[in-house]
């Protein structure tokens, strides 16, 4: 009888405490966030039982909340803990381009293992003294020097679309993601890999893995304290594996290569900066008078490949898929390749006819409204702060929805339709409306490099190739696993041009 009464006792306890915890949690907060308003919680799980669905339902799903409560909702990720989801301009404006609201929220932990403490997951003296290190690496005039490799690893790129053309269909995002890698592998890390003549790259599946498995633990119920006896977390150790040991390979061979040749002066007669890799930025730079250790350096690469690799596979997948399902605009793009070139077939762009490329530009700018490669990102607020007589507690992890805002209709007429055009209007008045690469002190640096890549891989693609959808009727499952996927693939039809 007593054991009986204990049971029951312990199974009272813990049905009332969770509930009390979470009334006490929400009393205590009673003074902020007020007027903000969300979907009400589960006082054993908060909110995060909505989110035990598969993840290309994610992006719905928060556009739902947003649409019912506001642009700022409130979302509990736990019995005692919130999340606010923003897609109010003026709010981005005071958070993005503030000096003190630059740490990124907890769940950016998640990355450490992988990216350590570089470039994305630092914060404060480290990180300001690391963009100050890594700033000169993206000067335009060493940019422009890339080109050549873009236009190298572009060729086997379309040789590899060639073998496609006789499909019905042809999945392009896995052909790009191959690309991408060699692409920054070579411009970024001075090192060929020739990954995309190794289709069963471990290195992609890993980084699609660990992407994967860090959303899970982004959006999990379970406690984080279990996640050691989740299979997730052996999957996890086996992709890290990987990934470091492909890029302590990249540094090693950069060293050795660098050992092994003539040290040259890094500017010509005019003044022009060489082109310099990345990795060789990393390797003779300092910090406070000391070279970067190679924790430090391995923490940078492992940054830079994921952010120059990923990110851009996503946009420019997205891009040759709007163009493909919107012939007219196909069209007008193909137009000013022709008018830059005249002779499409023998074209070998150099810096200037990439920034000649206007209308192409509008085309990759409307391609990241609607399929922005980042659809939000997090900070943490590190001290209490009032915005407009909202009160904003210390601890609070807020998230920038660039996805939604970039799809107001206040902002954006016609917000799911794809007209490049609209962006020949925007002035520029209001730049936290349309943040693809986020802003202020923490905007992408790497986004003019991004910009460079995108529009000579898509001039390429559309100087070789008429694309056309391969079923037109499909909708895409987006995904926002790190960066913004189609879990249903990005099909494509191919036609030569000639």
Known sequence: MFILIGLFGVFLTLLVLPVYLHKSYVKKHEKYLKNISGPKPNPFFGNMLDFVIPTHKFMNLFSDYMDKYGTITKVYDGPQSTFLLVADENLFEYILSSPQLIEKASQYEYLQNWLGLGLLTSTGLKWKKRRRVITPAFHFSILENFVDIFERVGDVFIKKLETHIEEEKVDIYP???LYALDI??????????????DNKSQYVRSVEEICRIITDRNFSPLDTRFYPFTINYYKEKMALKVLHAHTDTVIDRRIKEMK??????NENDVGIKKKMAFLDTLLNSNCDGKPLSRTDIREEVDTFMFEGHHTISSAISFALYSLANNPSVQKKALEEQKEIFGDLKSAKPIPA??????????????TL????????FGRNVTEDFEWEGILFPKGQQIVIMAYVIQKNPKFFPNPLEFIPERFLEIDGTHPYRYIPFSAGPRNCIGQKFAM??????ISKVLRNFELFPANPN??????PELVLISKSGIPLCLKKRY
């Open 175 to 177: 052909l790009i993601t």
């Open 184 to 197: 920054i592998c070579e411009a970024a890390m001075g090192i060929s890999v020739n990954a995309q003549l």
């Open 260 to 265: 092994n040749c003539v040290v040259e002066n």
């Open 353 to 366: 006819d990439l920034q000649d490329m206007k209308y192409l530009e509008l085309v990759i700018k409307e």
């Open 369 to 376: 409204r609607l399929y922005p490669s980042v659809p939000f």
């Open 452 to 457: 460079l890549e995108m529009k000579s891989s």
């Open 474 to 479: 499909q909708e895409l499952q987006l995904a």
